[in-house]
């Protein structure tokens, strides 16, 4: 059988510009639409030039060379014409491929927010569709708030579809604008609008008011669209839009839909959506959802508990799909409920033969539960867990001994009556013999130790120049101030390697310093397993 | 039309500490069990008594008043009677309303996992539930990888429900324990199980590893099941598990649910589901997900643009649902007029009376979106908002003034070679304008300024003894160490009143130290309320 062709719309830099907290600049635009054109989406829906300087001025050029690039805007406004409109002349000099108007079509919007006669918006859907197909750009029409339009006067609501149908659009595309249609109701609409558009040229945009945007989008493929629109990580509006992350995977892994669909998407281009994910969200500077489907970091995570054993035996039937066809991986956490096998299954993707009957291996287990339970969470901290292991099971060099560190935090008034804080660090370590002692201001006691333990690591130190601190996380294990402090340390380098240390003390600077050291560590140490690896080669 | 009610049993304190990084102490699952129970859901699974320690001393009591209180564990071992298994006898005796029985319903896995025959595990599964029964106590059956299993061998799958059926199970869970299982195949399972099982004795238990446990668990509700497993905010194995925050609201809210079915949950509790919801994230001390359905704080949010205007025409129209139905409100990123209700009423709550034109008011109001701006969490430090809020309409005495501070850290090794740390904090104060100066040592650095902001506050020392902190958290506000930090304290005295601070500043000291000394002129403020009150009367 034929597998029909599902094209997939990125409105990452339109709709979800709309996110709160998130504000694209031209060069991150830049950056993300070259990462979609690359990935393979059929179009990269750039915003909506003449509405703000940054997408007016991200329009000057054409962004993507596969994908098709799209300019959003409004269809003409009512009493004028077409080539009298300011707004539409913008979006026809842009540089795209395609031009997706926002139409209204809910007669009660089309009163209360355009102010015009529910004839005159048909008008301006027709006039506007004709006029970017004059311009030598497909048309396509986003149908805003259509489902409830179509509940309130479906007679309505399909005639705004079948004007931009008739006047050439190659999509339609049904809205879900405030988010609350379910799935059935959907299945139902679109039905119903099939009888005058053709289902290969309806389109999905679904939001996630009731976590429901990818159950929406696939219930309305399943019905006859052939076009859906979602973004990355489902940012977006509200609650954000569908997420194109969780739903190419679904359609193209998932026999219920492989069987019938394909996308554009190559399936070596899939086995990098999890890196797309967390580098879209090292460009909003946010930490990857650890939950999320398919891409995040316990997507493939299994607890010890009834199913960590048997998952050994044989991961297929514990694992929906295989972790690698998304470019993640199986995670078997290690904790103090762990077994000995999930020791070992964890020890050899570091890289660490041991034997079942090694001693060492009862002594390293009994540790991990001693550390565990005074605070320490090694399932977070892969790289403390490493360095653990290693200094049981193998060796790792006594790079640097730390001898003492001491910091100061004061605030007080300064000459000119201004409340002033100031952090202060001295960090004594030794490395070779020698005594090395750094002193740094930060922002905080723990910046300021964390820069003044960097400062000299003599020999080491151009070693660690590329080491970054990305997230600094502090749980307090049981209430009080005099509580266990749990810090989890999150660090990458210029490799894109990134790794997770943790320290425990009833102070949280010692707490801090504990993670921020064992960071530098890991960092020396796998410096030196790469260029070992390299020589044997 | 006679409505059919749906039965809401809440797995968070179960599989919801199969999520990666969670877990919970046993007060962590007496506080949650209580809130739960509270709200109204119909079952509360709290655990799995004999599996570890914490579960083993949670089912020492009954843990609700109105939900039944459900223990997990595993079916008979075959080769045992039932009256030999221990692990079933810790079940049967643990002090619980009903056992829930986790049962292999997949050939595959009955060989691999359990070992036996599929004809053992059938047996299993009905002499479990009978030894259930006739405890006294009600039984259930999780029929685990029950979809996967009727896929590779439907007879069989349908055999280990029949079998929980007719031992009297009162529902047969089907589970999604993969996550993999799309709507459309569970509805069609569901009609065929529904041969052996009626509806009204089926479950359904799914998991979020294609972002579609709530559209599964509805797609199962129309198919016919009439009990929904789900957790807080949708915690879970990998991905989680159904979010009963979304699927609450939605059975409640959408007339596509609530036309035909009904919960036991009342419209007042729903109401306050935004609150249980962030409740929550504070005791696993993670921010909420802010474009979470329903309970987000961007759930209700719209940012300027293309419909903010319109929007404050008529909100109905561009929300999905009501925010205050859900206990949470609408929220314009332009200008928030909703806001100045908002506050009055928030004021006239804490006894202090303003009038709608008090131009002190709009200070107020511009002051906490700025200070929220940069961090602060209002809602989550009642008592901070109250003295922000006395500071700018009426007046605080002026109690005491923070000179300055410093307090230091410093590791090193001692006399006998042993690595210690000692933190000391000095604190110069002005009472009556006297300076005094005082210093501690503590467990930590907030610990000794603590110690030291207390130990002599002249003539207001008596009335200090009796505050106590109760709890501290940090929460890094972007990453990294040079990030915004956010502490929140919560104290009492032994009056049993407890309140809460706020403190935020790029420096975790700073933060703390102001925290900390707002609970004291909190707690010295509402002395003098007090006071007053008495004399009055």
Chains 1, 2 share one sequence.
């Not at 380098?493 to 064992?518: C, K, P, Q, Y």
Request: proline share 3%; with cysteine; aromatic share 8%.
């Amino acid at each position: 059988m034929k597998k029909e062709r599902i094209y997939l719309y990125d409105t990452t830099l339109r709709d979800g510009q709309q996110t709160p907290g998130i504000d694209f600049s031209v060069e991150d635009k830049k950056a993300i639409a070259a990462m979609l054109d690359e990935f393979g989406v059929d179009y990269v829906e750039g915003g909506y030039p003449g509405a703000n300087p940054t997408d007016t001025a991200f329009f000057k050029r054409k962004q993507t060379a596969r994908a098709k690039f799209v300019a959003f805007g409004m269809t003409k406004r009512a009493g004028v014409s077409a080539s009298n409109d300011p707004g539409l002349s913008v979006l026809l000099q842009a540089a795209s491929d395609a031009i997706c108007f926002v139409a209204k079509s809910w007669d009660y919007h089309v009163k209360v927010a355009l102010g015009c006669t529910n004839e005159e918006n048909l008008e301006a859907i027709t006039a506007s569709v004709t006029a970017a197909r004059m311009a030598g750009k497909e048309a396509m029409v986003d149908c805003e708030h259509f489902f409830d339009g179509y509940k309130a006067n479906p007679e309505y609501a399909l005639a705004c579809a079948a004007s931009a149908y008739e006047a050439g659009a190659r999509w339609v595309v049904l809205c879900d604008t405030n988010g609350g249609t379910q799935p059935g109701e959907v299945a139902e609409i679109v039905n119903a609008v099939k009888r005058v558009v053709p289902g290969e040229s309806l389109g999905i945009h679904a939001h996630n008011d009731t976590e429901q945007a990818v159950a929406v989008s696939l219930a309305a493929i399943d019905a006859g669209v052939r076009q859906v629109q979602g973004t990355l990580n489902g940012i977006g509006e509200r609650c954000g839009n569908a997420n194109l992350v969780t739903l190419i995977p679904t359609l193209m892994l998932k026999p219920y839909w492989a069987d019938r669909f394909e996308t554009g998407i190559s399936a070596e281009a899939l086995g990098k959506i999890t890196r797309l994910s967390h580098t879209f969200d090292d460009i909003l500077n946010r930490a990857p959802l650890e939950q999320a489907a398919y891409a995040g970091i316990s997507a493939f995570a299994t607890k010890a508990g009834i199913h960590a054993s048997a998952l050994i035996k044989e991961p297929a039937t514990y694992e929906h799909v295989p972790p690698e066809t998304v470019g993640n991986r199986r995670r078997l956490m290690v904790s103090d409920q762990g077994g000995k096998s999930n020791f070992i299954a964890e020890l050899e993707r570091r890289g660490i033969k041991v034997a079942k009957d090694d001693r060492r291996l009862d002594t390293l287990i009994a540790l991990v539960k001693e550390r565990e339970a005074a605070g320490y969470a090694y399932e977070s901290a892969d790289a403390s867990f490493e360095l653990l292991a290693r200094g049981v099971l193998g060796t790792i060099p006594l790079f640097f001994r730390v001898d003492s560190f001491r910091c100061m935090v004061e605030r007080r008034f300064d000459a000119a009556g201004q409340v002033k804080t100031v952090s202060e660090a001295i960090v004594k370590i030794e490395i070779d013999g020698e005594l090395r002692m750094s002193v740094a201001e930060g922002h905080g006691p723990v910046n300021a130790l964390d820069i003044a333990l960097r400062k000299d690591l003599g020999r080491y130190q151009s070693e660690i120049e590329d080491l970054e601190l990305v997230d600094f996380k502090v749980r307090i294990l049981n209430g009080g101030t005099e509580a266990i402090t749990r810090v989890l340390i999150e660090s990458h380098d210029a490799t894109g390697a990134r790794w997770r240390t943790v320290g425990v003390s009833d102070n949280i600077i010692d707490a801090s310093f504990h993670a921020l050291m064992e960071s530098v560590v890991y960092k020396l140490m796998k410096n030196r397993e790469m260029a070992g690896q390299l020589a044997a080669e």
